[in-house]
């Protein structure tokens, strides 16, 4: 919802490197999911913005593992 994703922006900004650890994943049996912000935007654009430090993000929610490269 919107308040969510005005906190993820508002936790993300700032020079350290960070990881989300998220219930729903972006990445699912290889489809992308960016995960919709009410109001505007995707977690998944946020995850991305290089000035954001992320190095990782991490779903649950699928009950097998699954790893995907970063391109």
């Known amino acids: 919802d919107a308040e969510q994703g005005a906190w993820l922006r ?27 912000i009410e109001g505007g935007g995707t977690v998944d654009a946020v995850v991305r913005d290089p000035a954001h430090h992320y190095v990782a993000a991490i779903g ?11 391109d």
């Not at 649950?60 to 970063?70: A, E, K, L």
Request: hydrophobic share 25%; glycine share 10%.
């Open 10 to 36: 508002e936790v993300s900004a700032g020079d350290r490197p960070k990881i989300l650890v998220t219930g729903s994943p972006l990445y699912v049996d290889g489809e992308h999911h960016p995960c919709a």
């Open 60 to 70: 649950g929610d699928i009950h097998n593992y699954q790893r995907y490269p970063v």
